[in-house]
């Protein structure tokens, strides 16, 4: 899969070892010193792309850096190269997000294995974000009314049911579900529902919800 990899790592030998290495590949690179210099010209996010990052470099460690890329919502996959291998460090790494801690010296394969993953994680992330987007959209564009009908439908109630809470009539609100039903572009109850979870309606308690 070709992308832009950025390496950020403080020897310099290294840095040309690995630019050679992931070219050869077939990547674009872009090399780094310190995390500064990373943060002075953040990456851009189009296409697939992933950070390879050492895990003690002066300055900003690696792990404050993923800290500081994550404030600014930069959401590319981090890969963390370390030569003194740290369980904590790496328990620490993984939970904030990185895709992978690899201890150095690196073999090629096991390197570009891990560059492949991160890159095939971040292609699914942003496949699945964009459904979730159309999903929300279409969440906005019903009115008020259909908003409410949907809220008390996805939690079980039953036309009738739906009827007394919103003080109309079971035939109003069939009327109303369809064309939730529509909008959502779903075929079926359990869609409606698996689409909600997906979304988390089911936690929102902005006050947004259905009134009685």
């Known amino acids: 899969m070709p992308g832009r990899v950025h390496v950020v790592d403080d020897d310099a030998s290294f840095r040309t070892a690995i630019e050679r290495r992931l070219k050869k590949a077939g990547y674009e690179v872009a090399t780094y010193a310190s995390a500064q210099q990373l943060l002075d010209r953040l990456p851009d996010e189009n296409g697939p792309g992933c950070i390879l990052l050492d895990v003690r470099i002066p300055g900003l460690s690696g792990p404050e850096l993923q800290g500081r890329l994550s404030e600014l919502g930069l959401t590319l996959p981090i890969v963390f190269l370390t030569g ?52 929300r959209a279409h969440i906005a564009a019903l009115t008020p009314r259909e908003r409410e009908v949907f809220e008390l439908v996805i939690r079980g109630k039953t036309n009738k049911e739906v009827a007394n809470a919103l003080g109309t009539t079971e035939r109003t609100i069939k009327a109303h579900r369809h064309r939730v039903m529509e909008k959502m572009q779903v075929q079926s109850l359990a869609e409606l529902v698996s689409l909600a979870e997906r979304v988390g309606v089911f936690g929102d308690t902005s006050g947004n919800g259905p009134t009685a």
């Open 84 to 135: 003194y291998p740290d369980v904590p460090i790496t328990v620490q790494a993984i939970k904030a997000g990185a895709e992978d801690v690899l201890t150095k010296p690196v073999s090629s394969d096991e390197l570009l294995h891990a560059i492949e993953r991160a890159m095939a994680h971040q292609e699914a992330a942003r496949g699945l974000k964009g459904k979730l987007d159309i999903v």
